[in-house]
């Protein structure tokens, strides 16, 4: 691991400003993926801002009914929470299949967010990566590479990774928006939809966060109320990444809204493939993967997907 420097934020503006004063500054909270990524030294941050202090770690209601969501908050507590499991039982179902347990009580629900994605080649060093050295190439789309759990849409020909948080694609069903705080002092309130960026010529480039710019919230509407599953299929299981997951959020006269997870670089949703929910999987699907494009190896996503929500939509 690189040398580094530390300092505590005593508050989400400290961090923000302090973030831009310093050559080479990232922020930390639990740590669960940054501090990994450090030790293989594919980040090298020269300082780090600890901003568990910041006290962003509650719970609130909103004024519309909705919840808003500290950026620290744990993802157990935040699954324990006695209104996320009542109100927005997907996202409970979402975050208990994620990781393991000890690094629940650790990962807060910003850093979910923006975990890296887990392609094998951007973890190696010795192999190019656009994303981890943006122009070295994707040794992903090289011949025989190992794709099976790479994205199959909304990728690109630099980049086909994943990203694997549970958390996000939960969080997408639910319409929920991040709340962000910048070195100025501007708020900024950007849906979940738009947070995530499609890899394109630039897959370094993986949210609409400017530099120094922190996450203070996540806020969820109201509850959707309907019959809310999540399913994550994977290779074992537990501690995995899902090949594919969905969130689903089923209203009594069969209309909702599904997302998809370990699929694409960002949680995937699309109105058009919410509306044909009524028609069955195999409309949504055609709708979601319209554009796909699989590799030869992970082209089984696509019925695996299909499969799955079949199979949740037939439950009672
Ligand atoms: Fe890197 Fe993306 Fe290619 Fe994986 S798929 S090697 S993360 S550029």
Redesign the pocket.
Known sequence: MKAFSYEKAGDAAEAAARATQVDGAKFIAGGTNLLDLMKHEIETPMHLIDVNGTGLDSIERTGDGGLRIGALVSNTALAADQRIRRDYPVLTRALVAGASGQLRNKASTAGNLLQR?R?P??FDPA?P????EPGAG????HKGAVTRQ?GVVGTSD????THPSDMAVAMRVLDAVVESLDADGNERIIPLADFHKL?GDT?HIESALAPGEIITAVTLPPPAGGRQAYQKVRDRASYAFALVSVALILQEDGTGRVAMGGVAPKPWRMDEADAELPNGASAVAAKLFDEARPTPENAFKITLAERTLAAMLAKD
């Open positions: 994605t392609c080649y951007f192999m990566c656009n994303k981890r994707c040794a992903a789309l790479l630099h980049c086909i990774a890899p897959p």
